[in-house]
């Protein structure tokens, strides 16, 4: 006996009234958030979230804003990566091999 399944419902996108890039520069202009508070904030997959501040990044110099960036840092030896131009957290520490790595941190400021 087969069953059969009802059609899925189409997803509804969640109502905007800003662009996301708009949503996240209004959420950086306020306070410094990681990435994935960030997507919880915007309600967009973190991958999504690194994409978008890699444009802002590009983009806030036009108006006369600049885009943060606290580097990540190994909690286990503090290695800290200073010269990393990826904006996602970086996976595991180059010196010491750990994995528990704190997030970098984003903000916007006025230049």
């Known amino acids: 006996m087969v069953k059969k399944q009802k059609p899925k419902e189409p997803s509804v996108p969640a109502e905007r009234h800003e662009t996301i890039r ?4 209004t ?6 958030l990681s990435a994935k508070e960030i997507s919880f904030e915007v309600h967009i997959s973190e991958k999504d ?9 590009r983009s ?3 108006t006369g804003h ?3 960036v606290i580097p990540a840092e190994c909690l ?5 990566f200073k010269k990393r131009e990826r904006l996602n957290k970086p996976g595991r520490c180059p010196i010491c091999h750990g994995e528990k790595i704190q997030e970098p941190l984003f903000s916007i400021r006025s230049t």
């Open 22 to 25: 708009k949503e996240i520069l």
């Open 27 to 32: 959420l950086l202009s306020e306070r410094t």
């Open 49 to 57: 979230v690194s994409e978008h501040l890699e444009h802002i990044e």
């Open 60 to 62: 806030t110099h036009k």
């Open 66 to 68: 600049h885009l943060t």
């Open 76 to 80: 286990k030896c503090g290695f800290v």
